[in-house]
């Protein structure tokens, strides 16, 4: 046998492991209505920010996490302004407008925090694929932005964002303005990730738990490089970027919102395991 024809058998067993792969992969749930729907994101999201709160993503009241509702998709769910990630309940959640109107469904601390409106609300309308967006002023994500730079192809788990990141570099201040709302979404078009030069990251995707785990991937991407360059920097070496073709071919491997969804599963699967708490359970 030809060294040629075994590297075509290899290839082909190895698009064949894939794809069992893909046909064993779990699927998102279904819901016999609307209403179990949102019940259902609503203690998804309340997860979610416990998820960020165990991580220390908190930066006292800055930072949001919203779901598009889907009884009312021109309206989000979002926390409510002064409450600490770690005790979000979703009974706490507040429903939002696209006008910053806190709708009846609420929960009873009714105070909106203006600039997750000015983001997300923009963000929403903007792009109806996005389910989830999430950001915060973790600590790694704050730091990289202040370089105003975009990732570098450093390591396998960065491709994730091959091509699939921008860089927003009009900082003017805490955002409590509609236009730089606006501003933010333009610059992230149809990408899932934004770094906020000189303020955080954002991620928004189709699933709370593909943006739960790209959001946790682009802060330890932003954490690596900050390391990567000082270590470089500090031995006189550059550090060895992964060729384009090389990280689209990952990004396809580990990039794809499917993907995310499936790699945000163990952060919720932690989570219930130690808190004893399953959707299923508090029906």
């Given at each position: 046998?030809?060294?040629?024809?075994?590297?075509?058998?290899?290839?082909?067993?190895?698009?064949?492991?894939?794809?069992?792969?893909?046909?064993?992969?779990?699927?998102?749930?279904?819901?016999?209505?609307?209403?179990?729907?949102?019940?259902?994101?609503?203690?998804?999201?309340?997860?979610?920010?416990?998820?960020?709160?165990?991580?220390?993503?908190?930066?006292?009241?800055?930072?949001?996490?919203?779901?598009?509702?889907?009884?009312?998709?021109?309206?989000f769910w979002v926390n409510p302004?002064?409450?600490?990630?770690?005790?979000?309940?979703?009974?706490?959640?507040?429903?939002?407008?696209?006008?910053?109107?806190?709708?009846?469904?609420?929960?009873?601390?009714?105070?909106?925090?203006?600039?997750?409106?000015?983001?997300?609300?923009?963000?929403?309308?903007?792009?109806?694929?996005?389910?989830?967006?999430?950001?915060?002023?973790?600590?790694?994500?704050?730091?990289?932005?202040?370089?105003?730079?975009?990732?570098?192809?450093?390591?396998?788990?960065?491709?994730?964002?091959?091509?699939?990141?921008?860089?927003?570099?009009?900082?003017?201040?805490?955002?409590?303005?509609?236009?730089?709302?606006?501003?933010?979404?333009?610059?992230?078009?149809?990408?899932?990730?934004?770094?906020?030069?000189?303020?955080?990251?954002?991620?928004?995707?189709?699933?709370?738990?593909?943006?739960?785990?790209?959001?946790?991937?682009?802060?330890?991407?932003?954490?690596?490089?900050?390391?990567?360059?000082?270590?470089?920097?500090?031995?006189?070496?550059?550090?060895?970027?992964i060729a384009p073709d090389d990280?689209?071919?990952?990004?396809k491997k580990n990039g794809t919102?499917?993907?995310?969804?499936?790699?945000?599963?163990?952060?919720?699967?932690?989570?219930?395991?130690?808190?004893?708490?399953?959707?299923?359970?508090?029906?």
């Amino acid at each position: 046998m030809s060294a040629t024809t075994s590297t075509s058998d290899n290839a082909r067993h190895a698009l064949e492991m894939e794809s069992e792969l893909m046909r064993r992969f779990p699927v998102p749930p279904t819901f016999e209505s609307k209403l179990e729907e949102r019940d259902y994101l609503k203690f998804r999201l309340a997860q979610a920010f416990r998820i960020f709160g165990n991580l220390g993503y908190n930066e006292g009241v800055a930072g949001h996490i919203t779901v598009r509702d889907p009884i009312k998709p021109d309206c989000f769910w979002v926390n409510p302004f002064g409450l600490h990630f770690s005790l979000i309940q979703p009974s706490d959640l507040l429903l939002v407008d696209h006008q910053g109107k806190i709708l009846d469904e609420s929960g009873p601390r009714r105070i909106l925090n203006v600039a997750a409106y000015m983001i997300h609300s923009t963000l929403h309308a903007a792009r109806p694929d996005v389910l989830c967006a999430a950001h915060t002023h973790s600590i790694h994500g704050k730091a990289f932005s202040t370089l105003g730079i975009p990732l570098d192809m450093l390591t396998q788990d960065t491709c994730a964002f091959h091509d699939d990141h921008v860089v927003y570099t009009q900082f003017k201040g805490v955002v409590l303005d509609l236009e730089e709302g606006k501003a933010i979404a333009a610059a992230l078009g149809s990408k899932k990730a934004a770094i906020l030069q000189n303020h955080g990251i954002l991620v928004a995707t189709d699933s709370i738990e593909a943006t739960v785990f790209f959001f946790i991937a682009l802060e330890k991407a932003c954490q690596v490089q900050l390391l990567a360059d000082a270590a470089a920097g500090g031995t006189g070496r550059a550090t060895v970027k992964i060729a384009p073709d090389d990280a689209l071919n990952t990004y396809k491997k580990n990039g794809t919102l499917r993907v995310g969804w499936f790699q945000g599963l163990p952060e919720f699967q932690l989570l219930e395991a130690r808190e004893g708490k399953t959707f299923n359970s508090t029906k």
